[in-house]
């Protein structure tokens, strides 16, 4: 209550299009609409709510964009699991509006890496170690191109975090996964470290082919401490802002795992 009797705050009025979101979203969070379940059409929904159409599209069009329906067959809007890197996109960009450091970013990452490499041991297929194995042939064989090697070093992270077959796990990393990339394109031509990459990935690999938990853990944990020590031997503080580097890197390639 204000404490002017006679003063009283004002009412705030949620926009219609955003009533048609938090009402769908909510019937998708609860469980009530199921991935694949296709929506009545556009002029049945305007019906429904009682608006107009494009009132309504405004709606259907945040739905979109946060990855929660996609248009099927015949255009039917049809309820959709929003797609990792769709998400970490959004995490990424939210990151670095909160001016995170990679100092921040850096210990987020090396409790995280860790964890997938010792899951991944555990759980891993020999498909997923044959396709590791066919990455890290490439990546051996594309030290002369930058943007080739730094796909192939996210993909083969990716890969080891989609073994570690825990989702939760990889929809934290992702994100952090993929504003740390940026910083490898600046350290990697700087100081020639593409061989020593590469034989950490070699370790790794070994000891998930052995499924050898403690040593995935160490190796990848290793490898994760060496990203910090390029970073402050290219002189760059950890305790800085990333956006500048953001802005000067080539946006990393969304290649799927």
């Given amino acids: 209550m204000p404490s002017d009797p006679k003063k009283f705050p004002r009412v705030e009025v949620v926009p ?5 979101f938090d009402t769908i979203e909510r019937l998708i969070m609860d469980g009530r609409l199921k991935p694949g379940d296709v929506l009545p059409t556009e002029s049945e ?24 329906v996609e248009r099927g067959g015949a255009k039917r809007l049809t309820v959709a699991v929003p797609q990792i890197l769709d998400l970490a996109t959004r995490i990424s ?23 997938a490499a010792r899951l991944a041991a555990k759980k891993i297929s020999d498909e997923t170690i044959e ?17 080739e090697f730094i796909d192939l070093d996210w993909q083969f992270h990716n890969l080891i975090a989609s073994a570690a077959g825990n989702r939760s796990l990889e929809l934290a990393r992702q994100p952090i996964s993929m504003l740390m990339m940026p910083s490898a394109r600046v350290i990697l031509p700087k100081l020639k470290t593409y061989n020593r990459v590469v034989e950490a990935h070699r370790h790794i690999l070994d000891a998930l082919k052995a499924r050898d938990e403690d040593k995935a853990e160490e190796w990848m944990r290793r490898h994760t401490a060496d990203f910090e020590r390029g970073y402050k031997r290219m002189g760059l503080s950890p305790s800085g802002r990333l956006v500048e580097e953001q802005q000067t890197s080539r946006p990393l390639t969304k290649k799927r795992a």
Avoid at 48 to 53: A, C, D, L, M
Avoid at 93 to 115: I, K, N, S
Avoid at 131 to 147: F, G, P, R
């Fill in 45 to 68: 929904l305007a019906e429904q709510f009682n608006i107009n159409r494009s009132t309504l599209r405004e709606g259907i069009r945040l739905l979109e964009q946060n990855g929660l």
């Fill in 93 to 115: 960009r939210a990151l670095l509006l909160h001016d995170v450091t990679f100092l921040e970013l850096w210990e987020t990452y090396m409790t995280l890496e860790p964890a």
């Fill in 16 to 20: 219609a299009y955003r009533v048609v």
């Fill in 131 to 147: 396709v590791l194995e066919q990455n890290l042939a490439k990546m051996s064989s594309s030290y002369t191109d930058l943007d």
